[in-house]
Structure formats: C-alpha cells, structure tokens
C-alpha cells in the first residue's frame, strides 16, 4: 500500500529557530516521486520541492533544506532561521504512476 | 497569467441541493484532480481525470460526480446524495510523468 505519514500534527517555535518536519512514506513501487507542499491560511497549496526515486541528493534553497533517504523512506524538511511567514500547514506527498497520495499534514505556528 | 481558477470562492448551499464546482485551467494540462479537505485534515481524493472524456474514482467517489469535455475544464458535482458536503475543496492539474501538481485557490463549500 501506499502511504505517506507525518507524526507531528503541530509544532510551535519561536521565531529565527530552525525547525524540521518529519515525511516517511511507504511504496513498492521503484519509480516514484516525493513532494513538499505548503499551505498558508488563504489554502491554496504551493508547491515547494520534488524528489524522484533515483536522486537521493539532499537539496538547499535559501533556509529551506531537504534529506531525502530511501534507507529509511524518510523526506525530511528542514526550515534554518524560521519566520513568521512560515506559519502554515505542511504537506508531504508522493506520486506512484499518476496517483498521488498526502499525508495528513503538520502545522507549523512561528511565533514572534 | 497560466493557472488554475476555481470558483467561487465560497458556496451555501442548503441541504438536499446539488451544487456544481467550477474547475479551469490554461496550463495545458492533461491530468487533472479533485480533492476533498476537511478541518485539520489531509486531503483526500474524489476523482482524477488523465485525459479528455475519461476519468477515475478516488478514494471518496461517492455523492459525487465530474466530467471532463475539454481538456481545460473539470467541474465537480456535489450531488444530494453526499451525507457530509460542507468542506473545502481543491482542484488540481499536473503532466504527465511524475510531475508535481498545481493546485487552485479552492471553493469552501458550506452546506446549511
């Protein structure tokens, strides 16, 4: 089966903290693709980042950061020097063939 | 400006009404999703759509129903025999080959 579970429902810091928020999947699939999404209070969904099965090389832009490890189907996202315009709801997802499926979500409050 | 658009942006409807969801987008996109998100939830799949006059069934098909004529449009019906239609609702459009989907701004459907 495929599936995708983040354990932290809701994590609080405090503002310039760095803050990682925890994806491990489950797929039989070889071929599959990994993905970050955000979701501010408007809820449009922005993407963030894609991750494909074969490239397990670990990726940074600007304060966000991504440890991707097949080892331990883990898609871990780290935010460096948090903000208070991180404040959102973070989804990870994965997509085998043309089906995607998402986690339930964490919600990261960045307090100033 | 290329993207998806999803109107309205807030519904009322009363009960025992069906209520139809206008999904579009100019990305020239093949596939295209529909997602149901409830308070401090996940998202959960209604139907997709990988090309024209064809669809599938999600995880959660029932009480609803799409069609998919152009390319462009897939409008999703929350017909009366859905027992709990108050949510929001996501409409998404990817291409093919394990890309990341995009998503609209989504419609908050309350049902009275």
């Known amino acids: 089966a495929q599936k995708v579970t983040q354990a932290q429902t809701e994590i609080s810091v405090v503002e310039k903290e760095d803050v990682t928020l925890d994806c491990v999947y489950e797929?039989?699939?070889?071929?599959?693709?990994l993905f970050w999404y955000k979701q501010p209070p408007s809820g449009e969904l922005v993407f963030l980042i894609r991750?494909?099965?074969?490239?397990?090389q670990n990726e940074i832009s600007g304060r966000y950061s991504w440890n991707f490890q097949k080892s331990t189907s883990s898609f871990n996202f780290t935010i460096t020097a948090s903000q208070v315009v991180d404040s959102a709801v973070y989804f990870c997802?994965?997509?085998?063939?043309?089906?995607?499926?998402f986690g339930p979500g964490t919600r990261l409050s960045v307090l100033p | 400006d290329g993207g998806i658009t999803q109107s309205p942006k807030y519904l009322f409807r009363k009960e025992g009404q069906n209520v139809t969801l206008s999904c579009e987008q100019n990305?020239?996109?093949?596939?295209m999703y529909w997602y149901r998100q409830d308070p401090g939830q996940g998202l959960r799949l209604i139907y997709y759509?990988?090309?024209?006059?064809?669809?599938q069934k999600g995880d959660i098909a029932e009480g609803y129903s799409v069609s998919r004529e152009k390319k462009e449009s897939f409008p999703l019906t929350v017909t009366s025999a859905q027992k709990n239609p108050t949510a929001f609702y996501l409409c998404?459009?990817?291409?093919?080959?394990?890309?990341?989907?995009?998503f609209g701004p989504g419609t908050r459907l309350t049902v009275l």
């Open positions: 998404a459009s990817s291409i093919a080959g394990g890309r990341e989907q995009f």
């Open positions: 797929t039989r699939d070889t071929t599959y693709y």
């Open positions: 991750r494909n099965s074969f490239d397990e």
């Open positions: 997802a994965l997509r085998y063939g043309q089906n995607f499926v």
């Open positions: 990305l020239n996109h093949d596939a």
């Open positions: 759509s990988q090309i024209v006059n064809d669809f």
